[in-house]
């Protein structure tokens, strides 16, 4: 069964950090762009950060400056660094794995939300 589960969401102070991962079991999440995206109450689901199989990033406007998205291959995870977090970053995070086919851009992914697997999302709560 091909999927990715995240994992590291949790409650943090204002001003503190998260790391979040993205684990994909079934396939090799090198060969994907990935992306997380975040939705808080009330509100869209936003592409925080995306990155492609060549390595290359592209944040949104969410995420520059205070997120970094990463890869590990060897253990087949995406994480997204989350820095000086603030109560507004409080959503569900989620990850997600998509085969571009040398198609879809990762500016595209994150402002589309074009996936193929989708985790369950974590919760990140920022507190003041």
């Known amino acids: 069964q091909l999927q990715v589960a995240e994992s590291g969401g949790g409650l943090v102070q204002s001003g503190g950090s998260l790391r979040l991962s993205c684990a994909a079991s079934?396939?090799?999440?090198?060969?994907?762009?990935v992306g997380w995206f975040r939705q808080a109450p009330g509100k869209g689901r936003e592409g925080i950060a995306c990155?492609?199989?060549?390595?290359?990033?592209y944040y949104g406007d969410s995420g520059k400056g205070r997120f970094t998205i990463f890869r590990d291959s060897a253990k087949n995870t995406v994480y997204l660094q989350m820095n000086s977090l603030e109560p507004e970053d409080t959503a569900v995070y989620s990850c997600?794995?998509?085969?571009?086919?040398?198609?879809?851009?990762?500016?595209?992914?994150?402002?589309?939300?074009?996936?193929?697997?989708w985790g369950q999302g974590t919760q990140v709560t920022v507190s003041s």
């Open positions: 079934g396939f090799t999440l090198d060969e994907y762009a």
């Open positions: 990155i492609d199989s060549g390595g290359s990033q």
């Open positions: 997600g794995a998509h085969w571009t086919r040398g198609i879809t851009t990762i500016q595209v992914m994150c402002g589309s939300g074009i996936v193929d697997y």
